[in-house]
């Protein structure tokens, strides 16, 4: 299978960012996804497409990529992920029979770690990864093509999570995890069945590190609360759960967890006493929902 072969069929999912149309393999010695139109896309060489018409945004830097990965390798998030593919397991088992692949776009994902994973478990999805930074999309795709078949189809694109080149109701699954939603994007990309399957931080998130932290700390809790409410105001929630794990974690680990917490950065961190935590909990609050009717 040559490298962009994977996009051959996309145009039922991605249309061009700039009129709308579907989009299809084409273009001098097919490299890029083009519209009828001729709106032109090139396929970089690691296997993704630009398809955000602003300014490149690049927010991650090749230590903090290195130091997640650690992360995630460890498995410290493997709970979370677990959570989201029993779902998708229990509802593809219902559609086994429908002949087309069930379209799943992971919107936000960063350097692709729950698409990736989710492709090595599956192989009844037609899996699509989104970030508005292109150096995580380059990351997820380059990391993506050295780990065999399944992850190597996975679609990656780089757009605006509030204005997704998706063409509306072509997606059973919308992925949203610890990132920022955009409720009424999600809505419109969604068919009439498909379910948003997102992850906010729980309260017990990292809380060895906000306790050891706390004195300069502002506000004690995580007011997450308010995520979940609002989720319920714009999907028909159909499942609930706080996912939960507590890790111990060696020094390094503890360092990188202080230095990947968007809730400390705005902390002098030379203040505080870090070697009293010796564990951290991983928490989420998994939401899954239907689109109102
Ligand atoms: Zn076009």
């Known amino acids: ?6 996009y051959e069929g996309c145009g039922k999912v991605l249309v061009c960012p700039v009129c709308g149309d579907a989009l299809q393999l084409g273009g001098p010695q097919v490299r890029s996804l083009v519209c009828s139109v001729g709106h032109s896309f090139d396929l970089a ?5 630009n398809l955000y018409r602003g300014k490149p945004i690049n927010e991650y830097t090749k230590e903090s990529f290195q130091e997640r990965q650690v992360i995630l390798q460890r498995g410290m998030y493997a709970h979370l992920l677990e959570e989201i593919c029993s779902f998708l397991r229990k509802t593809l088992e219902s559609g086994m029979d ?7 776009v992971d919107a936000g994902c960063g350097e692709g770690y729950y698409t990736r994973e989710i492709a090595q478990q599956f192989d009844h999805l037609q899996l699509y990864g989104t970030d508005l930074s292109r150096d995580s999309i380059q990351l997820a795709a380059g990391t993506a093509n050295g780990m065999g078949a399944g992850p190597a189809e996975i679609k ?3 757009s605006d999570i509030s204005k997704l ?10 992925l949203d995890i610890f990132t920022s939603a955009n409720y009424q994007e999600f809505q419109r990309v969604l068919g009439e069945e498909g379910y948003l399957i997102k992850i906010i931080p729980g309260e017990g998130h990292v809380k060895e590190l906000r306790e050891a932290a ?3 700390l502002y506000h004690k809790e995580y007011k997450e609360r308010k995520g979940a409410a609002v989720f319920a105001e714009q999907f028909e929630l159909v499942e609930q759960k706080i996912v939960s794990r507590t890790f111990s974690v060696s020094p390094e680990e503890r360092d990188i967890f202080i230095r990947m917490t968007p809730l400390l950065f705005a ?6 006493d870090w070697s009293t935590v010796t564990e951290i909990t991983v928490e989420g609050e998994l939401l899954i929902g239907k689109k109102k009717r």
């Open 1 to 6: 299978m040559g490298k962009f072969d994977k």
């Open 45 to 49: 060489k690691q296997g993704y497409v």
């Open 98 to 104: 429908s002949v087309e692949k069930k379209v799943l």
């Open 156 to 158: 990656w694109f780089v």
């Open 165 to 174: 080149p998706v063409a509306d109701g072509s997606v059973d699954y919308v």
């Open 214 to 216: 706390k004195d300069q």
């Open 267 to 272: 902390v002098d961190k030379s203040k505080i």
